[in-house]
């Protein structure tokens, strides 16, 4: 299986500052990989796909990047709606294994 | 607008059996792959299950395989996962998600409880 890494694990941030996320795959996934937010007690959100296409609806402020091993996901000017927990997974092959997880807090 | 209603969640003990529903509308189902994916208490997500559009492929994790069959009913709109020897480890979330064209679980329902406890 592939394996995906995510860091931080967690992170303290101010609402308007820019944050990244890294998620790194044990072998390569080319550009399958999806980018989810979730909320509190709720179903995850699909964010970005393919490492770099933001979905109807998301802000702007949201952008991923990467191929191969290594991609990350940046957020410019947190706003409060956007303190949740982010999560990657690559979509190139079943499983379909997800990250870890990364928890970002108001600090 | 698209809805996904998961159901079927519930308390059952270690070693039994449970049929999740997941009931779709707002879209054309029969053309859509789907997928079945759950989150512990506490923890992160876990990539289950897929289904093709038309019901012909199925994909496992290697933690359910044997224990857990997908399957679809497009004349009734309705996803399932019947599970077996059910585990304290599968108490979790269960959450049923639509592909998006070529995009695996780009929307999912709000999920069904599922509890294994004696």
């Known amino acids: 299986d592939i394996q995906m890494t995510q860091s931080p694990s967690s992170l303290s941030a101010s609402v308007g500052d820019t944050i990244t996320i890294i998620c790194r795959a044990s072998?390569?996934?080319?550009?399958?990989l999806n980018w989810y937010q979730q909320k509190r007690g709720k179903a995850p959100e699909l964010l970005i796909s393919?490492?770099?296409t933001l979905q109807a609806g998301v802000p702007s402020r949201f952008t991923g990047s990467g191929s191969g091993t290594h991609f990350t996901l940046t957020v410019i000017s947190l706003q409060p709606d956007d303190f949740a927990t982010y999560y990657c997974q690559q979509t190139y092959t079943s499983p379909r294994t997800f990250g870890q997880g990364t928890r970002i807090d108001i600090k | 607008e698209v809805q996904l209603l998961e159901s079927g969640g519930g308390l059952v003990q270690p070693g039994g059996s449970l049929r999740l529903s997941c009931a779709a509308s707002?879209?054309?189902?029969?053309?859509?792959?789907m997928s079945w994916l759950r989150q512990a208490p506490g923890k992160g997500l876990q990539w289950l299950s897929a289904?093709?559009?038309?019901?012909?492929?199925?994909y496992y994790a290697d933690s359910v395989r044997g224990r857990f069959t997908i399957s679809r009913d497009n004349s009734k709109n309705t996803l399932f996962l019947q599970m077996h020897s059910l585990r304290a480890e599968d108490t979790a979330v269960y959450y049923c998600?639509?592909?998006?064209?070529?995009?695996?679980?780009?929307?999912w329902g709000q999920g069904t409880l599922v509890t294994v406890s004696s």
């Open positions: 072998q390569s996934v080319d550009i399958y």
């Open positions: 393919s490492a770099t």
């Open positions: 707002g879209f054309t189902f029969d053309t859509s792959g």
């Open positions: 998600a639509k592909d998006l064209g070529v995009i695996p679980a780009a929307i």
């Open positions: 289904i093709s559009a038309s019901g012909d492929g199925t």
